[in-house]
């Protein structure tokens, strides 16, 4: 019955958001108002349908109706009630239920929050949005039905949930991507907008950058805590895979980037107006492109969910109208692609621009490394894939020159600089940025590895060059006088500086070790005195396994860690569940292999210096973005002046 | 003409996209030929899961069209199908099942939580007669004919629709040309 009523509350909604995007359209056509102002009913309306069906199959999971074959995949009586909750994203049909109600959640949104936005730009925002949902809920009703039933199996304790999903961060990561994933839709939909009124006016960058920023926050953090559990629960140290999944999610992001950047020239200068229209489309358009290669199966991946050309097929096509619709609007209405007025090759404009043209190519070595495989597949020339190896080559070198860029444009004022300030702000940060790396490497290993120098000479050059602009802010207006917009690009930039540090030590001073070991024995790892103290079984609520006991020692420190190894009993699935010593410059981790005989493991032992810095420059990159998101210029005073602009115009 | 050329250029590289994706969607991994296909199927004997004094051999395939499983309760995407076979077993149709490189134990555990959609199953512990079969990997089904020639053979789950588009037509042409 619970399911049953889920469908119907989805097909509701899908309703709704038929009627979201036929009312006001006819109603701009006839030029009546009251059909057009009808979008605050249908928004809230197909919310709540849309929440109502989220709910139903919550229940249907929180009561193990296994009847529902998507609960019956995705959960088992033993499993934990705290999974249960997060199992709805487990699969592709739940995880798509969950994509359709943060849409609907962000079309709440902006309904709720733009009050003052022009009319006509606000209800063709709404309706391409809803054109959207209508996408996305057609596709879970003819391809991916999760509350469809089956009467084959009764006796039954489920499936469970993939134990590589039995993870706290599995609570969060998910839905921050989607969140990140599909809140760029919302400054997409103020791109097709503008388009089709045929006109952008200042204030459009104003009213899409805190949409924009509030959606790559959520896309940082999701990416932030993705790499942070890939490394405690995949059981190898690693933190980025450069996955098609994970670049999936990244390409996005760094166009989110670019499209910040993008929209900061827009706003306060009113250049490259056509080109930050199209990045918003390719922002959201490559998270299309992502959700395309995840669920068709065309690329393989270790975050597969279960696989459907069918799926595959329907998305396809949907891409096709939405994406080919959208860049063909666009080779209509935009006047050009860049319009620059006057650009002086000194300015913050020109360092913007070329900081979107880095963050683009890179971008697009990004997907021709994802797809490459496709292409030369399709070109019948053979099955390859393209590894971690091929991205380190591309990704590495273009990021340099980003870097030093970085540090020059966050000194650089709007229109006109000068070498001579530049030099006599910079030429001290620089010395410094090429010294104090050299001095600490050599201080404090006595030895001198080149690519960790230059990754640092980079990060000190950002991080330096990024205070001293802070210090010549303060020293100019005071305490009082730094927005917290500013506040919060310092802080971004300091923290993309961190990951830098982090990236570069962990992996040129990381050290591993796989030994055999057996209670009792201990090794010297990284001068630390490792011991393996004992070995107990263990069982949980729906696995059962060992428990191992080191005792971590030097100088007087001392820390137990007890890493586990486990095997889910639906399924006999066996998992490593590492342990980490952590503090803030450098983690020990220890995880089981395989029992070798009676008593003794292989025991594998990282030791990672300054790798919390990669996810610590990711909390402070999302702060920043937050920090920003709050500035009030975007709120009060700002709005009511936009609303007499735009009216002026009409 | 230029600007246009510009303005239309992430739609030209968006449509060469397209076009790969395309491709690479009829490129199903699954339909993979087989050498086997026309063939009778290898001469084997295996011990029958449950009850190893039976036994299961090429013969009992022949005169009805059946199909024949290959499974495994390590095969996490065999679940997947097994609501599925059991339907099929409903019906009426004749399944074989191949324990696929398994432990016995774990086999019926496995049957015992999932189902038995099978009238015999063959325990291949070792994978031999998999290896004859020209198997690729668990879960894979084999379509038999009456005569105990491989008429068609699906790598991967098996739904509804796969039934419906591959088996069925093969099925009925085989009844109706006998």
């Known amino acids: 019955m619970i399911a049953e009523i889920g469908l119907f509350a989805l097909l509701l909604a899908l309703l709704f958001a038929f009627m979201l995007v036929i009312v006001p359209t006819l109603g701009i056509i006839f030029n009546k108002e009251d059909w057009q102002a009808s979008v605050k009913i249908y928004v809230p309306l197909q919310f709540f349908f849309v929440a109502l069906a989220y709910l139903a199959l919550t229940v249907c999971f929180l009561t193990d109706d296994f009847t529902v074959s998507y609960v019956l995949m995705n959960s088992s009586k033993s499993l934990p009630l705290f999974y249960k909750i997060c199992a709805v994203w487990g699969g592709h049909e739940g995880s798509m239920l969950l994509w359709v109600f943060i849409l609907t959640l962000w079309m709440f949104a902006v309904n709720l929050f733009s009050k003052n936005l022009f009319f006509p730009l606000k209800i063709r925002v709404l309706i391409v949005l809803g054109l959207l949902s209508i996408g996305f809920i057609l596709f879970i009703i003819i391809t991916s039905n999760p509350y469809s039933r089956q009467f084959e199996i009764l006796q039954t304790v489920g499936r469970d949930l993939n134990p590589l999903l039995q993870d706290p961060g599995f609570l969060f990561h998910p839905p921050m991507l989607y969140m990140g994933y599909v809140g760029f839709s919302v400054a997409f939909s103020f791109a097709i907008a503008a388009l089709w009124l045929g006109r952008v006016e200042s204030s459009w960058a104003k009213w899409t950058r805190p949409w924009t920023l509030a959606a790559w926050c959520f896309l940082t953090a999701g990416i932030t805590l993705g790499s942070w559990w890939a490394y405690r629960e995949l059981g190898w140290g690693g933190w980025w895979f450069w996955d098609p999944v994970e670049n999936a999610s990244f390409m996005p992001w760094i166009v ?58 329907y998305i396809l096509i949907f891409l096709l109208v939405v994406i080919g619709g959208s860049l063909g609007l666009f080779a209509l209405r935009a006047k050009s692609v860049v319009r620059v007025k006057n650009l002086n090759l000194i300015s913050r404009e020109a360092a913007l621009l070329l900081n979107n043209v880095f963050l683009m190519v890179i971008m697009l070595t990004i997907l021709m490394g994802t797809v490459y495989p496709l292409i030369i597949d399709g070109l019948g020339l053979g099955k390859l894939s393209v590894g971690a190896p091929y991205f380190n080559a591309v990704f590495i070198p273009l990021m340099i020159p980003l870097l030093i860029l970085m ?244 | 003409m230029k600007v246009l050329a510009l303005r239309l250029m992430p739609l030209f590289l968006f449509i060469i996209l397209i076009g790969f994706f395309w491709y690479s969607l009829s490129l199903d991994p699954k339909k993979l030929p087989s050498a086997k296909l026309g063939k009778p199927l290898p001469n084997f ?94 879960p894979e089904t084999f379509l038999i004919d009456k005569f105990g020639t491989i008429r068609f053979r699906y790598a991967g789950v098996l739904t509804s629709k796969i039934w419906q588009q591959e088996f069925m037509p093969r099925i009925n042409e085989m009844e109706h040309n006998l």
């Open chain 2, 45 to 138: 004997v295996l011990p029958v899961l449950g009850n190893p004094n039976l036994k299961l051999s090429q013969n009992d395939l022949n005169g009805k069209i059946s199909i024949l499983n290959v499974w495994a309760s390590w095969c996490s995407s065999c679940v997947d199908e097994q609501i599925f076979l059991l339907h099929l077993a409903r019906i009426g149709v004749t399944i074989y099942g191949l324990n696929y490189k398994d432990n016995q134990d774990d086999a019926i555990n496995w049957l015992s939580s999932w189902g038995n959609p099978y009238k015999l199953i063959g325990s291949d512990l070792d994978g031999k007669v998999a290896i004859d079969l020209g198997v690729y990997g668990a």
């Open chain 1, 256 to 313: 989110g980037t670019a499209l910040i950047h993008s929209l900061a020239v827009a706003e306060k200068r009113e250049q490259f107006i056509a080109w930050t229209l199209l990045l918003a489309i390719t922002a959201f358009s490559l998270s299309l492109v992502g959700t395309f290669l995840v669920r068709s199966g065309v690329l393989t991946s270790v975050h597969a969910f279960a696989v459907d050309p069918e799926r595959g097929l």
């Open chain 1, 407 to 650: 540090g020059f444009g966050v000194q650089l004022n709007w229109q006109r600089d000068g070498f001579k300030r530049l030099y006599s702000v910079l030429g001290l940060v620089g010395l410094l940025s090429l010294f104090i790396p050299a001095l600490l490497e050599i201080i404090i290993t006595k030895s001198f590895n080149l690519n960790v120098y230059l990754g640092l000479v980079l990060a000190f050059w950002v991080l330096l060059s990024t205070l001293k602009t802070l210090l010549i802010r303060l020293k100019i207006s005071g305490f009082m006088g730094i927005s917290l917009a500013y506040l919060g690009m310092v802080i971004a930039h300091l923290g993309l500086s961190l990951t830098v540090i982090g990236i570069t030590l962990s992996s040129g001073y990381g050290i591993e070790s796989d030994v055999k070991m057996s209670p009792g024995e201990h090794i010297f790892f990284a001068g630390f005195d490792i011991r393996f103290v004992s070995e107990s079984s263990l069982t949980g609520a729906n696995y059962h396994g060992n428990r191992a006991h080191f005792m971590i020692s030097s100088n007087g420190y001392e820390k137990s860690i007890f890493p586990e190894k486990r095997i889910y009993n639906v399924g006999n699935i066996p998992m490593t569940e590492s342990a980490i010593d952590v503090s803030l410059f450098r983690d020990i981790y220890v995880a089981l292999g395989e029992p070798i005989n009676d008593d003794s493991w292989s025991v594998r032992f990282y030791y990672k210096p300054f790798v919390r810095f990669i996810w610590g420059g990711g909390f402070f990159i999302f702060f920043g973005g937050f920090l920003a998101l709050v500035d009030s210029r975007y709120y009060l005073k700002g709005r009511k002046k936009n609303k007499l602009t735009f009216k002026a115009k009409i």
